[in-house]
């Protein structure tokens, strides 16, 4: 009798300590906040897919922070070399830019705080704070969170679930997804480093428009481009196609397509034939930088202008709605006319 008494204590203490080894969900998060606090920086390597209509899209990533306030993205889009971009933060704001094509803006942004990005960390561990209802599981190597998310000028993405490593607490993977759960998005993330040292120059616009960090150089004056191929959106918000206009400008050509009928919206696409040598001042943007899955453009609430391919679109409308005119945007890559 004593015996089995004396394995059944043995079983209990073993129990009690396995279950005292696990990692509540309060004890995962106050971690987590505890490192966004204590951290001086980070860099990261990651992978993003996005699953656009029939295609997939997919950019390679490197991402500086510094504390407080400096990133720095570096989007690769595997099918776009030349349309490689760069978000960044730095003391003079929020700025994306083409280097290849001598391109930037600059927005009068609150850019990364002001919505979910699901390639930061701190943006992350907001969302898992700002969610009360947010789940929690512990599988074998992996913190698992499903959060709501906090997309400003998409609806269609409202949950996410991310996967933290045991080990460093950093991320591991991010799934957003769309109202029936289904992933539209994936960050894979790799090479995570905490407390890194930085150039004093990393988060300066010059040294980011002039360096050769994707591999692609700018391009020349005199570099020619191939002609312009006129792209078509497939999402039309009600409209269609009511007039094509062509015309030939200093630096190229330019093509403007006219949308009218339930919400009336102008498309003008332009091939430039040569970018200057040196970059231009950044064009101020009272507006957002937004994904549009194949490239990143300059939202604000009549506009929307982006580059794709060596080609500069811009979406102009006081109908559209944000999110309608991220939508045609978005479809613009869908169809192509020669």
Not at 149 to 158: E, F, G, M, V
Not at 185 to 212: R, W
């Amino acid at each position: 009798m004593r015996k089995y008494f004396g394995i059944g204590i043995i079983t209990l203490l073993i129990l009690v300590l396995a279950a005292c080894g696990e990692k509540t969900k309060e004890d995962v998060v106050n971690k987590l906040e505890g490192n966004l606090e204590e951290m001086s920086g980070y860099q990261v390597q990651a992978s993003m897919s996005l699953k656009t209509g029939e295609d997939n899209q997919t950019y390679n990533i490197d991402i500086a922070h510094k504390k407080k306030d400096y990133y720095r993205v570096l989007l690769k889009n595997e099918k776009d070399e030349e349309g490689s971009q760069i978000i960044l933060r730095n003391d003079d704001g929020v700025f994306v830019l083409t280097p290849a094509l001598n391109k930037s803006f600059k927005f009068q942004s609150e850019w990364p705080t002001n919505s979910s990005q699901p390639y930061l960390y701190q943006s992350l561990v907001q969302d898992i704070l700002k969610d009360s209802d947010a789940t929690f599981k512990s599988t074998e190597n992996h913190f698992v969170f499903e959060t709501k998310t906090n997309y400003q000028n998409n609806n269609n993405l409202p949950y996410q679930e991310i996967y933290f490593d045991k080990k460093t607490y950093t991320p591991v993977m991010v799934k957003v997804l769309d109202k029936d759960k289904n992933p539209l998005i994936e960050v894979q993330f790799s090479g995570f480093t905490l407390n890194p040292e930085f150039a004093d120059d990393t988060f300066e616009i010059e040294k980011n428009m002039t360096s050769s960090l994707f591999g692609v150089p700018v391009m020349a004056e005199g570099a020619t481009s191939n002609d312009l191929n006129v792209l078509y959106p497939l999402e039309m918000a009600g409209a269609e196609l009511i007039e094509t206009k062509e015309v030939s400008i200093d630096s190229g050509k330019r093509v403007i397509l006219s949308y009218g009928g339930v919400k009336n919206f102008t498309l003008v696409q332009e091939k430039v034939d040569a970018y200057p040598t040196s970059a231009a001042m950044p064009k101020t943007i009272q507006g957002e930088p937004v994904s549009l899955g194949f490239t990143m453009g300059a939202l604000t609430d009549t506009s929307l202008e982006w580059s794709y391919d060596g080609t500069s679109y811009y979406l102009a409308s006081e109908e559209l709605t944000r999110e309608e005119m991220i939508d045609v945007a978005s479809s613009v890559l869908g169809q192509q006319v020669k």
